[in-house]
T-cell receptor, first 113, second 115 residues
Framework: GNSVTQMEGPVTLSEEAFLTINCTYTATGYPSLFWYVQYPGEGLQLLLKATKADDKGSNKGFEATYRKETTSFHLEKGSVQVSDSAVYFCALGYTGANSKLTFGKGITLSVRP | GAGVSQTPSNKVTEKGKYVELRCDPISGHTALYWYRQSLGQGPEFLIYFQGTGAADDSGLPNDRFFAVRPEGSVSTLKIQRTERGDSAVYLC?????????????FGPGTRLLVL
């Protein structure tokens, strides 16, 4: 079956540090890939997505590139802020009848001032 | 506009009791999903509705769990004979149909505690 593997956390960084959060997946066919974020006290919200190989999703300074050859979708940001402290989830999904999302375990990011 | 809403936000019940969790999707969204999130884990899929019908219920863990969406809008997740292992946050999400339907919008969740 489909699965998503995220690097172990938590991750603690100083403000303005570079961020990489690894995500790899196992799936049949051609899924779309997503990063969701959960800020403290809030619900899950979509951060970015990519729908086909070599696509780059970007939002709020975050980027991730859909790499089919390495089955990866690593999340990066050049300079993190305290406000980026949250839990980040990598997920995959398809359109149509099988449109459920398969999530990774999530990773907690804490950014120190 | 209003997002996905879920009620109650918290529910405490005793083992063996019946509970209902409600989800109000974004107006006009035909697809509705239920997920369950245990502590320290990512959300796990339970069931997906397209309109009034359950298009995929493969994630329901057993026959104690049931969900309905009779008018294609509000959905209710029903859990019979609750067990302590059912304690989790139950998330609802909705989306438009078709390609745009890939973006799922999540509600704040219902935190269920079974004592």
């Amino acid at each position: 079956g489909n699965s998503v593997t995220q690097m172990e956390g938590p991750v603690t960084l100083s403000e303005e540090a570079f961020l990489t959060i690894n995500c790899t997946y196992t799936a049949t066919g051609y899924p779309s890939l997503f990063w969701y974020v959960q800020y403290p006290g809030e619900g899950l919200q979509l951060l970015l997505k990519a729908t086909k190989a070599d696509d780059k999703g970007s939002n709020k300074g975050f980027e991730a590139t859909y790499r089919k050859e390495t089955t990866s979708f690593h999340l990066e940001k050049g300079s993190v802020q305290v406000s980026d402290s949250a839990v980040y989830f990598c997920a995959l999904g398809y359109t149509g009848a099988n449109s459920k999302l398969t999530f990774g375990k999530g990773i907690t990011l804490s950014v120190r001032p | 506009g209003a997002g996905v809403s879920q009620t109650p936000s918290n529910k405490v019940t005793e083992k063996g009791k019946y509970v209902e969790l409600r989800c109000d999707p974004i107006s006009g969204h035909t697809a509705l999903y239920w997920y369950r999130q245990s502590l320290g884990q990512g959300p796990e899929f339970l069931i997906y509705f397209q309109g009034t019908g359950a298009a995929d219920d493969s994630g329901l863990p057993n026959d104690r769990f049931f969900a309905v969406r009779p008018e294609g809008s509000v959905s209710t997740l029903k859990i019979q004979r609750t067990e302590r292992g059912d304690s989790a946050v139950y998330l609802c999400a909705s989306s438009l149909a078709g390609l745009a339907g890939q973006t799922q919008y999540f509600g704040p969740g219902t935190r269920l505690l079974v004592l």
